[in-house]
């Protein structure tokens, strides 16, 4: 019965600490500076971790453009052919969009005696009819055939370090060691392979693939690289908002028809090393601005142990009236600690309406000339309450410093 009435006591004595003005009025000063100080780094976390939410988002956004949902590839090896009942199978699933085959490989590439590296990405014509990459075209249109012409798409960085224009009637030439014949010393051109497009667009999606990657047919690719039906990948796209239950299910079946010799990527699998590094990224923002908190949270040290020497004639009057030690240092553990969550919810309050106002006004405008007008934000349920945790925490822990300091000093006395 004590220990409950002492559970009731000390968070009624704490919050009266709390509101009541102090006969010295710098630890007024410094318990408003220490409640601000939690207030904004509180709020600055919200709103720089709904910010992170918005870049990664588009960045998975445009990331959706060049990666499908699934990928088919070779445990081993570089190429295969796609055929037999799996496939068939895949076809007949109400959330698989398309199908396409690809064929792709690192090549040299000439355009008006310019040269250089680019990742050449032969594509069906599947691709060619229902690509998202259409939405990102920058220069020309987005076509792969004209007539009997093989056309070419280019990213805009490896475009403009090319000087590859679509509306330049000179083709781009793409050389590729032939497979089939011996290299030879006396003439080494014999022993390469080589094949004309021409640049019908160019596009943008980020300036990785940008400065690499052009698009092309893929029977053009196959006689660069002198195969009849392989493929090195067969890509899957699924009909818009398929939940991610039903992705897993149909990497699971597909992965069990195809068997061993087959590995079925997801996104975050095709690109493994760039989705990691995003979330380390956060984590890391998350770390940092939490240490900053940490900085502004030892105000609440120096202000509750100033507070702890103010009220020792209140502590010698709970003493006389039976308090233990253990509730008098409960009580400046809770008056700390209500401090910083004062300051938490003032800030979760600001960050919270400041991130909603943005991601849906977009008010604070992207400098220069960007693919979004405005900063995006996303706010997220998950990051309020790893910021609530984080800030509770360090707040409580802070507050248990003086209070361990009390308990040492009443000890000595003794």
């Known amino acids: 019965m004590r220990d409950w009435n002492h559970m009731k006591l000390a968070p009624f004595i704490a919050g009266r600490y709390l509101i009541a003005r102090k006969s010295h009025n710098v630890i007024n000063i410094i318990s408003a500076i220490s409640a601000i100080g939690m207030a904004i780094g509180t709020a600055a976390l919200i709103i720089i971790l709904s910010v992170y939410n918005g870049f990664d988002s588009l960045i998975r956004s445009m990331m959706s453009n060049v ?15 796609p055929e037999g009942e799996a496939y068939d199978w895949i076809y007949d699933q109400t959330s698989v969009k398309n199908m396409s085959c690809v064929l792709q490989e690192n090549v040299f590439i000439s355009y008006e005696g310019k040269q250089g590296i680019a990742n050449a990405k032969g594509v069906d014509w599947i691709y060619e009819d229902e690509s998202p990459l259409r939405d990102h075209i920058t220069n020309g249109e987005f076509f792969l055939h004209r007539g009997d ?39 080494p051109a014999s022993s390469i392979e080589s094949i004309k497009v021409w640049p019908s667009c160019t596009f943008a999606i980020n300036s990785d ?18 195969y009849e039906q392989e493929v090195s990948a067969v890509e899957i796209r699924l009909v818009e908002d398929t939940p991610h239950s039903e992705l897993e299910r149909l990497q699971k079946e597909i992965s069990s028809r195809l068997g061993e010799d087959f590995k079925v990527l997801d996104r975050f699998q095709q690109n493994e090393s760039l989705y990691k590094m995003m979330k380390y990224e956060k984590a890391a923002i998350y770390m940092i601005l939490i240490f900053v908190i940490i900085i502004i949270a030892f105000n609440i040290f120096g202000s509750l142990s100033m507070l702890m020497i103010e009220k020792q004639d209140d502590i010698r009057t709970l003493s006389c009236l039976g308090a233990q030690d253990s509730l ?43 693919t979004v007008q405005a900063y995006p934000v996303i706010l997220s349920l998950s990051d309020i309450i790893m910021t609530a945790a984080g800030v509770a925490l360090t707040g409580y822990i802070i507050a248990l410093l003086p209070a361990a300091t009390y308990g040492r000093k009443s000890r000595t006395h003794q």
């Open 67 to 81: 990666e499908p949902d699934l990928m088919i590839k070779p445990a081993t090896g570089k190429v295969f052919i």
């Open 149 to 187: 012409v093989p056309l070419t798409a280019v990213g805009a960085g490896l475009a403009y370090e090319m000087g590859i224009n679509p509306r330049f009637l000179s083709p781009v030439e793409i050389y590729f060691p032939s497979r089939t014949r011996r290299i030879s010393l006396s003439n």
């Open 209 to 226: 693939i940008d400065s690499e990657l052009i698009i092309l047919p893929i029977e053009k690719m196959r006689e660069l690289l002198e």
């Open 328 to 370: 008098i240092r409960w009580i400046f553990i809770l008056e700390g600690w209500f401090t910083s969550l004062s300051g938490l919810a003032a800030g979760l309050v600001a960050g919270i309406v400041f991130a909603l106002l943005q991601q849906h006004f977009g008010f604070i405008k992207m400098p220069g000339h960007f």
